[in-house]
């Protein structure tokens, strides 16, 4: 089965994803922990959404790897090397429902995949291929990397950057869809051409998952050149297929909900004729060869997390259901216990559970009285030291317009925090939250000491 | 002697290193003493991870890392997979400034600022490049205007030249260097031929790319006097590729002078796979050297290259962490880092003077233009004609003698008679034995004496 070490040849491989594997029972509770047993304890761990996990069996995958190359580099480089980056990247082809494993090239992260999509854009805009002031859009919320990445590849070569604001709480996909549109319609003022949609398929801060394949469609009918979903979470939250999707780029991490170490991501390029012109930033030997080629060499480095995706995929069949399993549990937990956090504390979800995967917001009491995203962060490093738990917060700046903003009995909510449920968690991670949350509520003298100048 | 100890130095806070800028290289390690001096089986142990049927003669290519350096990557690693909010807020960016302190004082810098931490010397190259680019794009630079290279230039920096400088429009000059190669005057002859060329038509040198130590052949080249030839002849900008660099030949920033200057940390110094050093000289000016940003653009874009380099998303940093480590294992060799590079250089010379010898062939180069590596002819009955003979050859070598050596193919010049057409580069570092090299003369002496050539070998 896909656990292996580096195989003869891929074709067997294809088949292998869709027959589930013929194991005698699935993981246990007391596996689960031992799996993470390294995980430090005493923490309610909910935030699997910002740096990932990886069990314990994945990381010995990864030492033998580690150990190959420290033993015979020079064996491993030609001889052991591509055929290990080949194998994990038509996994991944399987996975994604891609057509052609050529489509498939494995990168550091969703971070990196966006610099290698922008970098395209800012050559045809330094090129003159693209008109100054062609546009480029963006959710307002896009991970601050990205908009950073715009600021150095689009603003810097004369490109506009459009945002489309989010509107958060949400209630509905149209809501979404709506604002969306207003965004495409301020892009294309003044007869400009939309040169690129970047479209989070789930969005980090604050946490939402977008109605994708909608928004594709509309950028496809309102004639934008390129479209390119950064799905920095979604491989191992959502289902992903970018056939489906249709998008020109897709990127997800896999070390954040797959399983995978520190640190891989795939970034799909559809086969067009523009996707020739792709390339990795660092350039080596393999430049021109095409960007799988290119990203499988971008000299000496350790590249044991690329290698190991078949050893993920191993761990994740282990469970009820494989990936789909995990997928649907993570996303009835994340529901529970959003839930009865709201109910414990007053408050309410960011959006509706259709709109959630293993991530939900849950909006904090107003009388914590967060009021910048500074107080956010305070807040999140006093529960870390102070109550063993680890959350990132959000702070959502009332609305403008005279709409109408979020209240609990108290007053505008503002802060929201962003919990995530992975095979490691438990129902008391969270009860450990919603104890820390009264505790400081008991006592506002706390509250203002932590947010006091 | 005064000496300190560089770990407490840092530790302390780096101010103490900014104030005084002084010329001379600061002492790094404390000598060690009897007492504390790593022993033969302490460090075949440090490398028993090795393959040991291997005579392992290529630590040019690869590098090689101790145990004890691995065990403090593993420990760094499980730092951050316990809980990796708390390093990353808490541990990560601390980690990184002591390890960038360590190398400024190890290159004789004049402030941290000045040390970025990237993978490795092809990364770095990316990040110069691309500063060149924009200057075209943007207007700074004429089209024409000329990036001079070494013929010789690893392959992958000549690909980023491409990329980077031919697709903005700048004019790319090779440098043709001799090999085997004489005296460092044929190189610096060179050298000025290519900027003559370079500034013809009212064109200018924007930038020159220069090896410290070549890749393929390796050979050491005059870089102090080449800056310094780049500064007479105008040239804005000197990029220093010292991917053999640091452990292998002197680094030493104020005495070289280049703009940009780029050595990896795991081929001669210790660490794991992977990290190198981009240092950027600060200066003013015009067309001074800021505007150099890490492609993966993340938050801390526009903090400088070193901050940006520092956090371009989530990954593995731990071989950025385990400097102070590897400072740890050089401080127990006699005269630490230079002692292992002078033992290094004596060792390598002697073997390829013994292969050399034994062949009836030469070194590539004189042993003053060698560092931890050198070329050594190899009998020409092996009947190396093409690149892809020199790698059916090595590959031989690997598979049929358990002999690791990068092979190079040396095209024959008009008129030569009966030339030496390939060269092996053999490396030394501390792992090695003399067993090692004997292993490879007898696996050549036993290919030739059977008659075997590359044309016999399989592909």
């Not at chain 1, 991501?265 to 086969?271: D, E, I, P, T």
């Not at chain 2, 796979?273 to 938050?299: E, I």
């Not at chain 2, 006699?334 to 390598?348: F, M, W």
């Amino acid at each position: 089965m896909e656990n292996k070490d580096p195989p003869n040849g891929e074709s067997a491989h294809h088949h292998q994803l869709t027959k589930k594997p013929r194991l005698t029972r699935f993981i246990t509770e007391s596996e689960i922990r031992e799996e993470f047993a390294h995980h430090q304890s005493g923490i309610a761990r909910i935030n699997n959404g910002s740096f990932g996990s990886c069990p314990g069996s994945v990381l010995a995958a990864q030492r033998k790897w580690q150990l190959k190359f420290l033993q015979q580099p020079d064996d491993f480089y030609f001889n052991t090397l591509r055929k290990g980056i080949l194998h994990s990247r038509t996994l991944v082809k399987d996975l994604i429902n891609a057509d052609d494993v050529d489509e498939v090239s494995l990168v550091d992260n969703a971070t990196t995949a966006a610099a290698i999509v922008l970098q395209q854009i800012g050559r045809s805009f330094a090129d003159g291929k693209f008109h100054e002031n062609d546009a480029v859009l963006m959710l307002h919320c896009a991970y601050e990397a990205v908009k950073k990445s715009m600021q150095a590849y689009v603003t810097r070569t004369g490109g506009s950057v459009i945002e489309v604001q989010l509107p958060f709480p949400v209630n509905s996909d149209e809501e979404i869809i709506a604002e969306f549109r207003k965004g495409l319609e301020k892009g294309k003022a003044s007869g400009r051409k939309v040169r690129l949609a970047i479209i989070d398929h789930i969005t980090s801060m604050p946490c939402v998952v977008t109605p994708v394949r909608e928004l594709v469609k509309i950028c496809r009918e309102e004639g934008v050149d390129q479209v390119f979903v950064d799905a920095a979470h979604a491989l191992g939250s959502v289902k992903v297929d970018v056939k489906e999707i249709g998008a020109d780029f897709y990127a997800s991490n896999l070390h954040k909900w797959f399983f995978c170490p520190p640190s891989v991501a795939f970034l799909y390029c559809k086969k067009t004729s523009s996707s020739s012109d792709v390339h990795h930033p660092v350039v080596s030997h393999e430049y021109g060869n095409g960007l799988p080629i290119e990203s499988a060499w971008i000299g000496t480095r350790d590249y044991s997390s690329q290698l190991v995706v078949p050893s993920a995929l191993e761990f994740v069949n282990r469970f009820e259901g494989g990936l789909d399993g995990i997928m649907n549990r993570n996303h009835e937990k994340i529901v529970e216990v959003g839930k009865m956090l709201a109910e414990s504390w007053g408050t309410n979800l960011g959006a509706p559970p259709e709109m959630c995967a293993g991530m939900i917001m849950v909006s904090l009491p107003s009388r914590l009285r967060v009021m910048s995203q500074d107080d956010a962060l305070r807040l999140r490093s006093h529960l870390r030291s102070n109550y063993g738990v680890e959350v990132p917060i959000h702070y959502q700046a009332p609305r403008k317009n005279g709409e109408a903003a979020v209240k609990d009995k108290d007053g505008f909510i503002m802060a929201y925090a962003r919990i995530s449920h992975q095979v490691y968690n438990t129902f008391e991670d969270y009860c450990k939250l919603r104890d820390a949350i009264y505790q400081l509520l008991d006592d506002p003298q706390i509250s203002k000491k932590l947010f006091a100048e | 002697m005064a000496t300190h100890n560089l770990q407490n130095h840092t530790l302390n806070g780096d101010h103490c290193d900014s104030t005084v800028p002084s010329s001379k290289k600061p002492k790094l390690s404390s000598p060690a003493t009897t007492t504390t001096i790593i022993s033969h089986s302490q460090i075949q142990s440090e490398f028993s991870h090795h393959d040991l049927s291997i005579a392992r003669i290529n630590n040019g290519s690869f590098g090689s890392c101790p145990q004890s350096v691995i065990s403090s990557q593993k420990q760094w690693q499980l730092q951050f997979l316990r809980q990796p909010d708390h390093f990353y807020y808490n541990q990560l960016k601390p980690g990184i400034l002591h390890s960038r302190s360590i190398v400024k004082s190890l290159i004789n810098a004049d402030h941290v600022d000045e040390v970025s931490l990237v993978d490795n010397a092809t990364t770095a190259a990316a990040i110069v490049l691309q500063k060149s680019a924009r200057s075209f794009y943007e207007g700074r630079y004429d089209k024409g205007d000329v990036a001079v290279m070494l013929h010789y230039a690893y392959g992958s920096v000549k690909k980023s030249v491409e990329a980077y400088v031919t697709r903005a429009g700048g004019r790319v000059i090779e440098v043709q260097l001799p090999f085997p190669v004489k005296s460092k005057e044929e190189i610096i002859a060179k050298f000025r031929e290519a900027l003559e060329k370079g500034k013809e038509n009212g064109k200018k040198v924007r930038l020159a790319v220069i090896d410290h130590v070549t890749s393929m052949p390796s050979v050491v080249i005059p870089i102090k006097e080449l800056v310094k030839i780049c500064r007479e002849e105008g040239v804005n900008h000197v990029f220093v590729d010292a991917a053999h660099g640091i452990g292998c030949v002197d680094v030493d920033m104020k005495e070289i002078g280049p703009d940009f200057y780029t050595s990896n940390l795991y081929k001669w110094f210790f660490c794991p796979p992977s990290v190198a050093f981009l240092y950027s000289r600060k200066s003013s000016g015009q067309d001074n050297n800021d505007d150099l940003h890490h492609p993966v653009v993340s938050h801390e874009y526009g903090n400088g290259l070193a901050v940006e380099s520092s956090w371009i998303g989530n990954r593995d940093y731990s071989a950025q962490l385990v400097v102070p480590s590897v400072l740890e294992f050089i401080n127990k060799f006699p005269g630490g880092i230079e002692g292992i590079k002078k033992r290094n250089h004596e060792a390598v010379v002697e073997m390829g003077e013994m292969l050399v010898k034994e062949w009836g062939t030469h070194l590539g180069c004189p042993p003053e233009m060698c560092g931890s590596m050198v070329m050594v002819g190899l009998p020409v009955c092996l009947g190396i004609y093409s690149e892809s003979d020199a790698l059916k050859l090595r590959t031989h070598l690997r598979n049929n003698f358990g002999v690791e050596v990068p092979i190079y193919f040396r095209a024959p010049k008009d008129g030569e008679v009966d030339p030496v057409t390939g060269y092996a580069r053999i490396s030394h570092q501390v792992y090695n034995k003399v067993d090692d090299y004997y292993k490879f003369r007898d696996a050549i002496n036993k290919i030739v004496s059977d008659g075997t050539t590359c044309a016999c070998l399989p592909n």
